[in-house]
T-cell receptor
Framework: GESVGLHLPTLSVQEGDNSIINCAYS??????FIWYKQESGKGPQFIID?????DKRQGQRVTVLLNKTVKHLSLQIAATQPGDSAVYFC??????????????FGQGTILTVHP | EAQVTQNPRYLITVTGKKLTVTCSQN?????MSWYRQDPGLGLRQIYY???????DKGDVPEGYKVSRKEKRNFPLILESPSPNQTSLYFC???????????FGEGSRLTVL
């Protein structure tokens, strides 16, 4: 498949473990955050999003936590499965004006799940 | 099937030969955008469009042009490609008010 990154942070877990993927963002004006998953050879897929007026949001097997004080975002995956192996990107959108359309991605984290 | 379709998926070209990568979505999304993905640099936004005839620069617009004459199409134009534009390109769309981008399968471009 396509190589999407060199020297990316990596996380290796055993099947069934919980995974936590972290992301630091820099723009304090960002008000909307999203996590994407990218499997080898494919385009990124939306996982979950959170607005800045929330600090936690849960989906199916995934939870996103937002700490605005330290500008940190995390994605927790419960009972990680081999199919969760992928590169995970956080992304941020700034509020207001024309910049609302401007989406900035983090560098990504490679998650490898071992059976 | 709801999808974003890019063409071509793979292209090898030479410096200076104009090319266009097409992008079409069938979800009636207002927002469309282009990204390039390079090893170690992640996904970087090239251009985006909030609606028909409304386009704006992303983080790396130099060397690229776009147009949005119809809602469903958002072509990426490289007027005079250079080797530093060798990359994996993704088109994406989303409905207004959400961050749920729907990505195409990607276009691998090599400029010799």
């Amino acid at each position: 498949g396509e190589s999407v990154g060199l020297h990316l942070p990596t996380l290796s877990v055993q099947e069934g473990d919980n995974s936590i993927i972290n992301c630091a963002y820099s723009n304090s004006a960002s008000d909307y955050f999203i996590w994407y998953k990218q499997e080898s050879g494919k385009g990124p897929q939306f996982i979950i999003d959170i607005r800045s007026n929330m600090d936690k949001r849960q989906g199916q097997r995934v939870t996103v936590l937002l700490n605005k004080t330290v500008k940190h975002l995390s994605l927790q995956i419960a009972a990680t499965q081999p199919g969760d192996s992928a590169v995970y990107f956080c992304a941020e959108i700034s509020a207001g004006g024309t910049s609302y359309g401007k989406l900035t991605f983090g560098q990504g984290t490679i998650l490898t799940v071992h059976p | 099937e709801a999808q974003v379709t890019q063409n071509p998926r793979y292209l090898i070209t030479v410096t200076g030969k104009k090319l266009t990568v097409t992008c079409s979505q069938n979800m009636n999304h207002e927002y469309m955008s282009w990204y390039r993905q390079d090893p170690g640099l992640g996904l970087r936004q090239i251009y985006y469009s909030m609606n028909v005839e409304v386009t704006d620069k992303g983080d790396v617009p130099e060397g690229y042009k776009v147009s949005r004459k119809e809602k469903r199409n958002f072509p990426l134009i490289l007027e005079s490609p250079s080797p530093n534009q060798t990359s994996l390109y993704f088109c994406a769309s989303r409905p207004g008010g959400t961050g749920e981008l729907f990505f195409g399968e990607g276009s691998r471009l090599t400029v010799l």
